[in-house]
């Protein structure tokens, strides 16, 4: 079995300093750049945390943020304090779906992710002006991967 390692992102412990700060973070990236394993990466490092992760590529977790009031919201996230939205622009409605849920649970970090910027821009930058921090995932840099590989 291959050995696979997380090669650590620099833009990680930026992320990781906004968490609980009462705002959204939202993540942009082209495909396969490795949001997915970053956000379960940060997942892994706040298990102390009670977290959920929503693929929105999956119609059932589409389906129960589509079109919901903060109440169905609330009971559909429970006790949970980190919630991934990972592909985010899947979801109808989505930048309504996040001020609903910033608006009414800001103790509840959020995280969103998606691989078309122009899309997920266009759905939530009016809905969470001022209640966002945005983060654009870029493919490995050489920074990265030096230090990853020890390489000068």
């Given at each position: 079995m291959e050995n696979i390692q997380f090669l650590t992102r620099t833009i990680q412990k930026n992320i990781e300093n906004k968490l609980f700060k009462g705002k959204i973070i939202i993540i942009y990236g082209a495909r396969q750049t490795g949001k997915t394993t970053l956000v379960k990466q940060i997942l892994k490092n706040y298990r102390h945390k009670k977290s959920v992760y929503l693929n929105c590529d999956e119609p059932d977790?589409?389906?129960?943020?589509t079109d919901k009031t903060s109440t169905e919201l609330?009971?559909?996230?429970?006790?949970?304090?980190?919630?991934?939205?990972?592909?985010?622009?899947?979801?109808?409605?989505?930048?309504?779906?996040?001020?609903?849920?910033?608006?009414?649970?800001?103790?509840i970090q959020i995280i969103a992710t998606g691989s078309s910027s122009f899309d997920l821009a266009n759905k939530i930058n009016e809905p969470l002006t001022g209640r966002k921090y945005t983060f654009k995932l870029y493919p490995f840099s050489l920074q990265e991967l030096t230090q990853k590989f020890n390489l000068k």
């Open positions: 977790d589409r389906f129960a943020l609330k009971n559909f996230i429970g006790d949970n304090e980190i919630v991934v939205i990972d592909e985010a622009q899947r979801v109808e409605n989505i930048g309504l779906t996040l001020k609903l849920l910033i608006d009414n649970y800001p103790n």
